[in-house]
């Protein structure tokens, strides 16, 4: 999957993202509507990982999809 592709199929992935990253709210889910950036930013605020910790488990997420 790619960032296109997490855009195009949100409704379906974004239960899998809210499982995968619990501590975000549906607010939070709701506001990154399929964008990676965004999704990017809310995991580093809510979880205090580095830039590229996260780029890379967005990109094991995706590659599961």
């Avoid at 399929?34 to 809510?46: C, D, H, M, N, P």
């Avoid at 580095?50 to 997420?61: H, M, S």
């Amino acid at each position: 999957m790619n960032s296109d592709t997490l855009k195009g199929n949100w409704e379906q992935v974004k239960g899998h993202v809210q499982k995968k990253w619990g501590e975000l709210t549906s607010d939070e889910i709701d506001q990154i509507n399929g964008s990676r950036k965004i999704l990017a930013g809310k995991v580093q605020e809510r979880y205090g990982r580095a830039q590229d910790e996260v780029d890379r488990e967005i990109d094991d997420f995706e590659n599961s999809y």
